[in-house]
């Protein structure tokens, strides 16, 4: 089994339906994260959850909602989203290092989504 | 806000020749990653520097992390169409509960031509 696994690979949904990412990660890390990737800018860190609690929320709109039932598992709900929002959507875990700053990020191959 | 400039933004590149990615900002890292994303896949991390001044090398990839710990470069020496792929850095705060929150560069975009 690969590191991080996110499914659906790819994605294409209407403005108003509902629909999940999911990451599963095989590592044994304690933090998880949802990151945004578009053409052209930066990586946007979305959510950050250490130890199954959400510690950061970076200001995403409300159409985006995390879930993490176990630290192995990360969900990412999707509701009326806009095609802005059309992106590479990429999970990540690391081992959290406490008052120590961010240790290794392993990726997710990440799920390609387009909204129509 | 913490900014990663990255340049060049796009490169393409005879097999065989050398080239380098800068990584500046004016804000100071307690450390900086250096991730290579090849296309359909996700990023992996490549290298992490942590002094200022510090060089690691991995085959034919050097990185430097500047002295004041603002600034690192990405040099490759006969690159090959294997390097080929998306190249970001991202610079860490480091301590408290700044875990995760990495700011990342808007990448360089290699082509290694054969």
């Known amino acids: 089994e690969t590191g991080v696994t996110q499914t659906p690979r790819h994605l294409v949904m209407g403005m108003t339906n509902k629909k999940s990412l999911k990451c599963e990660q095989h590592?044994?890390?304690?933090?998880m994260y949802w990151y945004k990737q578009s053409a052209k800018k930066p990586l946007e860190l979305m959510f950050v959850?250490?130890?199954?609690?959400?510690?950061e929320n970076n200001s995403v709109p409300s159409r985006f909602s995390p879930e993490c039932p176990n630290s192995s598992h990360l969900f990412l709900h999707l509701h009326t989203l806009q095609p802005e929002d059309s992106a590479l959507y990429l999970c990540?875990?690391?081992?959290?290092?406490?008052?120590?700053?961010?240790?290794?990020?392993?990726f997710g191959e990440g799920s390609r989504l387009t909204v129509l | 806000t913490q900014l990663l400039e990255q340049s060049p933004q796009f490169l393409s590149i005879q097999e065989g020749e050398n080239l380098t990615v800068y990584c500046n900002s004016s804000?100071?890292?307690?450390?900086l990653q250096w991730y290579r994303q090849e296309p359909g896949e996700g990023p992996v991390l490549l290298v992490t520097?942590?002094?200022?001044?510090e060089v690691k090398k991995l085959k034919r990839l050097t990185f430097q992390f500047g002295d004041a710990r603002k600034d690192s470069s990405l040099h490759i020496t006969a690159a090959q169409p294997g390097d080929t792929g998306l190249y970001l850095c991202?610079?860490?705060?480091?301590?408290?509960?700044?875990?995760?929150?990495?700011?990342f560069g808007q990448g360089t975009i290699l082509t290694v031509h054969p």
């Open positions: 990540a875990s690391s081992q959290d290092r406490r008052g120590m700053g961010t240790g290794e990020l392993f």
């Open positions: 590592l044994g890390h304690n933090a």
């Open positions: 959850y250490n130890f199954k609690e959400q510690t």
């Open positions: 804000s100071v890292f307690s450390s």
């Open positions: 520097v942590v002094t200022g001044g």
């Open positions: 991202a610079g860490d705060s480091g301590g408290g509960t700044s875990y995760g929150k990495l700011t």
